[in-house]
Structures are given as structure tokens and as C-alpha cells.
């Protein structure tokens, strides 16, 4: 497969899932009876050296304000949500990413305006 063909077909992939994604989230918010904790999470883009940021999005309903924080990772995801909803006490990790070519140096996650 040429880099064309890889690009629409990747493209291609992404408007159907964000499409799925958003009927799917309706659909689970309609039919709960109680507010649901909904986490949806992706790895990385493609091509070498485009890997980040990664999908890291949250409905986490009656959750206090600053608890989420632009800079936070997947691996400090569930222990936010096991510590806020059901009396965990898991201290945070340092949130830290790593690509493949360089896993010795960790790159940043923050985004501006992340946090919606």
C-alpha cells in the first residue's frame, strides 16, 4: 500500500469511528439510569514522530473542579476515577509519554485548552 491509499484509508477510518463514537456515547447517556463514567482513549496518530497528544477524553459526571488538568496521562486515568468515585487512594503518577525512537526521554502531554 502506497503512502496515498494509507493516508485516505487512515482518514477514512477516523470519520467513520468519530461518527460511532458520538452515536454510541448518545446512546449509553439515553439509556442510563444513572449518570455513567465514560473514558474513551486512543494510542497516537500515525506517521514516525507524530504520535502525540493521544485521544484522552472523559464524561465523569459530579467530578470537582480541578481535579482533571491539562497535563494529565492515561496512566493516572483510572486512579483519578477510583479515587474519586469509589474511595480509592492511589496517588498519582508522574504523567510521562515515551515514543519508541526515544524511550529514555519523555515528551510532554499538555495541549493548550485541553480541558473542556
Known sequence: ??????????????????????AIVKEILTRSSTPPIIIIQGDHGFGEGINFPILNAYYLPGLPSGVLYPSISPVNTFRVVFNQYFGGHYPLLPDESYQMIDITTSVPEQMPDCIK
Open 1 to 22: 500500500m502506497d503512502e496515498a491509499h494509507f493516508k485516505a484509508g487512515y482518514s477514512y477510518a477516523l470519520e467513520y469511528i468519530d461518527a460511532r463514537m458520538l
